[in-house]
């Protein structure tokens, strides 16, 4: 909540800002078209609890003899990692422009649930996500200084595609077993707001640098078990019975916010629980805040 009401300041100060911008401050040699080219490498900004995964709680816990000597929550976010970006903008005079960031954002692996037997890593469940995404954002410049010229950007992240993939090394009573799911999302929209500068390198190039903040939630739609082996074995053609078998219902979950009598879920519905359809379970959610610096060239048409 904090978050959200910092970048609420940002854009009521943006806002007033370019409300107090006197008319005769463009000029038409500022109006015209821009691309911006950058890399950008974010850190994440809250930590929060992992979600259960598969069924875990996410802990790291740590056995010595049969006996647990240590047990945490494993917490963090998906927004620490690298992304790249096609930025096209438009200025309308010296203070005003536009945005529009095409971008892929790949996040750092992030252990979610851990298991140590006696110095032996027995479970080991790792996430990241990957996404593609849209970033409109208005553009406040403030002023051109010896080459430099800082501006304010404040816009929001529209997901266009992305998905969280889970990927699960184990140590069973049969073999090591080796499992990869894909979590799609629900629709969302996330907050940016940057600061940054670009600096003149000839009459339409400028390599520029700006630190921007994003917040960003992203609640999970459905899952799917893509990869499943056992002891090196297709783990998919596990016999009924088999202890390491998988339904269809754990293979295919989709999720929601409640579960109750009708829901394909053993808690709730254990009469009408079909193993043959694809289960239902709750919905949770996952951060993929964070503070980034983006570097890069623009050129200007």
Partial sequence: MKKNLLILGMMVCSMTMLAQTKDDASTTADKGWY??????????????EFPSVNGREP???????????????????FGEGFRTGLTAGYRFNTRVGFEMGVNYYTSNQKTMVETI????????IKGQVTAFDVA???????????????????????????????????????GPLYREDVIKPEPTVG????????YKL???????????????????????????????????ALPVGHPLHLSNSEININYGSNLNGTSNNKATNSAGYDEDKAGDDLSSYISISGVGLTVGLKYSL
């Fill in 117 to 124: 037997v006696d110095d032996v890593k027995m479970l080991d």
């Fill in 35 to 48: 691309v911006k080219l950058g890399g950008s490498y974010f850190i994440q900004a809250t930590a929060t």
């Fill in 191 to 198: 907050f940016l707001a940057s600061l940054g500068t670009t």
């Fill in 202 to 236: 000839g009459k339409n190039i400028s390599a520029f640098a700006e630190i921007e903040y994003r917040n960003f939630t992203v609640h999970g739609k459905n899952k799917e078990v893509t990869n499943y082996t056992v002891n090196g074995a297709d783990g998919f």
């Fill in 136 to 174: 409109p954002a208005l553009v406040l410049f403030l002023g051109e200084h010896k080459g430099f010229e800082p501006y304010t950007k404040v816009g929001v992240i529209v997901p266009v595609h992305g998905q969280l993939d889970l990927k699960t090394n184990a140590v069973t009573s049969v």
């Fill in 59 to 77: 802990l790291r816990q740590v056995y010595t003899g049969g006996v647990l000597v240590s047990k945490e929550s494993v917490t963090g976010s």
